[in-house]
C-alpha cells in the first residue's frame, strides 16, 4: 500500500476556499488511483472526489462544481481545491491510493488510513 500523508486543513469562513494535499513518497505514485474521503463527527466516511491516473475525474454529488481534484506526479501529491465551502464540509478529510475500483465509490476495506486534515467551515 502507498504511505500517504494529507495535509492542507484549517479553520475558514463558508465561502471560503482550502487545498488539500495528499503526499506520497513512493515512485509508482503516478500509477494510482486517488480518491479523498471526509468523515464528519458521528458519520461515515463518504466519497468525496477521485482522479485515476489518465487524469479523469470523479466527483461526488455534493462537492461536485466546488471542489476540484488534480494531481502532480512528478511532486507524487494529489490536491483537492475546495471552493465556496459550507458548514456541512466541515470533516477530517483522507486520502486512499489504488486501483479504482477499489478505491471509488465506496472506502477501500481494510485500509490503512492516514491521519487525515480536518476542515473546519464556520457559518
Known amino acids: 500500500q502507498v504511505h500517504l500523508v494529507e495535509s492542507g486543513g484549517g479553520l475558514v469562513q463558508a465561502g471560503g476556499s482550502l487545498t488539500l494535499s495528499c503526499a506520497a513518497s513512493?515512485?509508482?505514485?503516478?500509477?494510482?488511483?486517488i480518491a479523498w474521503y471526509r468523515q464528519g463527527v458521528g458519520k461515515e466516511r463518504v466519497f468525496v472526489a477521485a482522479?485515476?491516473?489518465?487524469?479523469?475525474?470523479y466527483y461526488g454529488a455534493s462537492v461536485k462544481g466546488r471542489f476540484f481534484i488534480s494531481r502532480d506526479n512528478a511532486k507524487t501529491t494529489a490536491f483537492l481545491q475546495m471552493n465556496s465551502l459550507k458548514p456541512e464540509d466541515t470533516a477530517d478529510y483522507y486520502c486512499?491510493?489504488?486501483?479504482?475500483?477499489?478505491?471509488?465509490?465506496?472506502?477501500?476495506?481494510?485500509?490503512?488510513w492516514g491521519q487525515g486534515t480536518q476542515v473546519t467551515v464556520s457559518s
Open positions: 486512499a491510493a489504488g486501483l479504482w475500483s477499489a478505491i471509488v465509490p465506496n472506502p477501500p476495506r481494510e485500509y490503512d
Open positions: 513512493e515512485r509508482t505514485f503516478g500509477t494510482y488511483a
Open positions: 482522479i485515476n491516473s489518465n487524469g479523469v475525474k
